[in-house]
């Protein structure tokens, strides 16, 4: 019992993480209507400017926090105006490539600062806390709880502001939220920001965990988009749910089934759904 | 030539097209009009098999083409443009038509890597089609300019062209007025005019009043996806509901 | 189409091609040469799909892997001789296209691309812990090389660099033959479109189907080739990296042009060379300049002087028919549209 209550922990731990990620990507997807395949790099440099803040500057793990959030959304705001600005009109393929050369950019990059070693990052939440014959690491309490507070702001954001509203009226019509007045550049920046402030973040929570090294974007990108796809793209619900299935299914796919496969199940999962409905689980409407 | 049987599109909850009925006889000109988003595309959408209809049948040629795949449907005869007309923009115009009549052709891989005398073959009818179809829409002349640098006229003249090269019993445009100036249009018309002249069955979708009413044998009139009229350009032209619904606002526009 | 610039130019780089080993500096410079036109022949694989097609396989490094590990695993564990290993390579990372083609390709673009990234990933993972079948991280060790023809020994620099011209000319002439027929329009003509495609008669899925089992093929064999050459193997081969440097290849010459991919496929690895320090940071600089490319340049190098040739060749005929209006009657609809 207590090892099933175990992976149910690290299943909502993960998919916390999991969810973060998505919520960011599938926002973003419904500005650009292209996948953003730089994600994980954002992943990815949020966990490295955390690590320089609290290693270099030598802060502590919250100012790491407040400082990833703040680089990566800077460095997706940046990749909004300078890269996926400019190519509104291009056809989608162009989209793809210039978000794979941003990945490859800031990847390279971190590799050429950092090295392509492993690193370390220390957080104050070393405790092991044990309640019910439950051994709860307190960082993953952590990653819990800071996932669950960070997409509460989001949703009371999108729902209660107007600049919220208009996020998601863009995320739904473009053209439509164009013709009503909006500002999509501003809509579109600020949305980049808070993707990109998502994912940072939700890095340093799990880096701790997980270590820091140059690819650890990857498999974390590649596993929410079989998120948003599955959820529906630029669904908020759909990212969230998504991620917490995800994180359910490699928490108890590794455990009982295999640690080796255990990033296979998000794929397989993807390939299985996407073979019988190809508009993904939550797909409304035409598209 | 063509019947359409209670024809019924959903989409969750919203019938976008809702039971419509109705015949166009062969080598005619048929005008599809009614407000924006009254559904014309999207019947269509479904007349020419991009979309499957929820219920309803569509009968071609005395052949029920219902539920069939686009390009079945285009194989049978039927071909269509669209509202925005994609082309090859860096090719010659030529170039962009070439492929027009491929789906009259039997060549597959092996001929390709072989080089077989049938694709030599094949590809010269293609060029020869392609041609006759440029000179019949009137721009034999430029069979050689880069498509990108062709006006607005001449891009949906080679649209019909390509339409024609798929060697067609009937034409659905979409449009084929749109963005184009009122001489412009009258040119369109004379030669919407030539096609049906020479057999086809001509349906198209229009907003332009005055092009319409000069060109039509029989106008539809769908409004919130169901047909609300049919008849002639003069029984339109006098009938209350569709003035109502629809043509006094824009006739005042037009 | 003007005899001279093209098939003289043809010839004329066949030429170089062939006189490479005598103006080479060593054998080194061989081996580099060699392994570029492997990875040319994957790349012109790449570009069928994607630069003609439309549709970006972003687990084209995975088949090209799975080619490589049918050698490996064939001609290793079974002791098959080389060339049926090889010609099986092909074959297997087809009969694989065709099914993930099948489930694939009826998505939306980007779809499919989210698609073959979750593929990709998988025939990566599978290859790293399906340790009974692909040794796992440990890797194959020992590939054979081609077995002797007469006394050309094909483990050595000079006929391994002659093989692989061989089957890159090969796989050219072939992808030319396909770009240049009606199969070829009808693939260009899906890239334009589904709906205008469907609209002329296109069977959507039959032909992306086959323009994505072709574009594997060449992957496979590619792979295979690969694992002849290098003569050992790992699961790094399968790294979406790969598909990314030949993204670039792709994008640098010139996205759906014949030469474009070839010359980016031989051009930049040189250009890596050369800038030693670059290696294994290259994508700091490619990165950005695949970014600058896509903005400024999507034609890449070769596809925009295609481009600005074919214009003025236009205008020249133009010229010449009489009666012709000289001016451009409009404004030109295009600015903006689409581009092939």
């Known amino acids: 019992m207590e090892l099933f209550l175990q992976q149910v922990l690290n299943g909502l731990t993960l998919g916390g993480v999991y969810s973060l990620v998505a919520l960011g990507l599938t926002l973003v997807y419904g500005i650009l209507h292209v996948p953003n395949f730089a994600h994980g790099a954002f992943y990815m440099a949020g966990a490295y400017s955390a690590f320089f803040i609290m290693t270099k500057l030598g802060l502590n793990y919250w100012w790491g926090m ?4 703040a680089v990566v959304a800077l460095i997706s705001v940046l990749s909004e105006r300078l890269v996926f600005h400019p190519l509104r009109k291009a056809p989608y393929l162009h989209h793809m490539i210039a978000s794979i050369g941003i990945l490859l950019f800031l990847e390279a990059g971190a590799q050429a600062i950092w090295g392509a070693d492993f690193h370390r990052m220390e957080t104050p939440y070393t405790q092991l806390l044990e309640f019910g014959g439950l051994t709860l690491p307190a960082q993953r309490l952590l990653i819990i709880g800071a996932a669950f507070l960070l997409v509460a702001l989001l949703q009371l954001f999108l729902k209660k502001t107007i600049t919220g509203a208009t996020i998601v009226a863009m995320a739904q019509n473009r053209e439509g939220a164009a013709l009503v007045g909006i500002d999509a550049n501003r809509v579109a920046m600020l949305t980049f920001a808070i993707a990109g402030a998502l994912a940072g973040m939700a890095a340093v929570l799990y880096a701790p965990i997980n270590l820091v090294y140059t690819s650890m974007g990857n498999l974390v990108i590649t596993k929410a988009f079989v998120i948003i796809v599955l959820g529906g793209m630029g669904s908020v619900p759909g990212a969230i749910v998504g991620g917490l299935i995800i994180g359910f299914a490699e928490a108890f796919g590794a455990f009982y089934i295999s640690t080796d496969y255990k990033d296979i199940i998000a794929f397989a999962l993807l390939v299985l759904i996407l073979s019988v409905r190809p508009q993904g689980l939550f797909a409304k409407g035409a598209h | 030539m063509l019947e359409i049987d209670s024809l019924t599109k959903r989409f969750g909850g919203l019938a976008a097209v809702n039971d419509v009925s109705v015949q166009f006889a062969r080598g005619t000109i048929n005008a599809i009009i009614g407000p924006n988003g009254a559904g014309k595309t999207t019947f269509f959408n479904l007349v020419s098999g991009a979309i499957a209809p929820t219920s309803g049948k569509v009968v071609f040629d005395g052949r029920d083409v219902t539920g069939l795949r686009a390009d079945q449907v285009a194989r049978l005869g039927m071909a269509r443009t669209f509202q925005s007309t994609t082309l090859f923009d860096t090719a010659t115009v030529l170039d962009n038509l070439i492929v027009g009549h491929r789906l009259r052709t039997k060549s597959s891989l092996v001929d390709v890597v072989l080089g077989t005398k049938r694709l030599k073959d094949e590809e010269r009818i293609c060029r020869e089609k392609a041609r006759a179809a440029l000179d019949f829409v009137g721009l034999g002349h430029v069979e050689n300019r880069i498509a990108g640098d062709i006006s607005q006229e001449e891009r949906k003249r080679v649209a019909f062209a390509l339409a024609l090269s798929t060697d067609p019993t009937m034409l659905l445009l979409d449009e084929p007025a749109g963005g184009v100036n009122p ?12 096609m049906a002249a020479s057999g086809l069955t001509v349906c198209l979708i229009e907003h332009k009043m005055d092009m319409i009413m000069n060109l039509a044998d029989k106008i539809l009139v769908l409004n919130y996806g169901e047909k609300i009229a049919e008849g002639t350009p003069a029984e339109i032209r006098a009938n209350p509901v569709v003035i109502e619904a629809y043509l006094g606002s824009e006739h005042a526009a037009a | 189409m003007k005899l001279f610039s093209s098939t003289t130019g043809w010839l004329l780089l066949l030429a170089l091609a062939l ?15 060699s392994t570029a036109y492997i990875y040319a022949i994957a790349t012109i694989g790449l570009n069928l799909i994607t630069g003609y097609t439309g549709q970006y396989n972003l687990a084209h490094s995975g ?24 010609v099986l390579a092909g074959v297997v990372a087809a009969a694989i296209g065709f099914f993930v083609g099948l489930v694939s390709l009826r998505l939306k673009t980007h779809f499919f691309s989210i698609f073959t990234l979750c593929v990709g990933y998988i025939m990566y993972l599978l290859i ?9 991280t440990v890797g194959i060790i020992g590939i054979p090389a081609p077995p002797n023809i007469g006394s050309i020994d094909f483990t050595e620099p000079r006929p391994q660099y002659y093989l692989v011209l061989f089957f890159l000319v090969l796989s050219l002439w072939i992808m030319h033959r396909i770009v240049r027929s009606l199969l070829g329009r009808t693939f260009m003509a899906i890239r334009n479109g589904d709906d205008l495609a469907q609209a002329l008669g296109i069977n959507l899925m039959r032909n992306k189907l086959l323009a994505f089992m072709l574009s594997v093929f060449f992957a496979g064999l590619a792979g295979g080739l690969y694992a002849g050459f290098v003569r050992f193997i790992g699961p790094g081969v399968a790294s979406v990296e790969h598909t990314f440097d030949m993204t670039m290849y792709m994008l640098i010459g010139g996205i759906g042009t014949l030469l474009g991919p070839l010359l980016g496929a031989i051009g930049v ?3 890596t060379q050369y800038l030693q320090v670059l290696q294994d940071f290259r994508f700091v600089v490619f990165g950005p300049l695949l970014v ?3 903005i400024f340049l999507p034609y890449g190098i070769v596809g925009t002087w295609m481009n600005r040739k074919r214009r003025k060749e236009a205008l020249a005929a133009q010229a010449a028919v009489p009666g012709s209006p000289r001016e451009v009657s409009s404004i030109p609809a295009a600015k903006g549209a689409t581009h092939a």
């Open chain 1, 66 to 69: 407040l400082g990833a959030a």
């Open chain 2, 183 to 194: 001489e412009e249009t009258v040119g369109l018309a004379k030669l919407i005019r030539k």
């Open chain 3, 19 to 33: 006189a490479f080993p005598f103006l080479a500096g060593n054998d080194y410079h061989l081996t580099v040469m």
């Open chain 3, 63 to 86: 088949f090209m892997a799975v080619g490589a590990y049918t050698v490996g695993i064939l001609t290793v564990d079974h002791q098959v001789p080389f060339w049926i290993a090889f």
């Open chain 3, 128 to 136: 790293e812990k399906w340790e009974s079948l692909t040794h796992g």
């Open chain 3, 269 to 271: 690895p040189w250009l």
């Open chain 3, 292 to 294: 600058i490319l896509v």
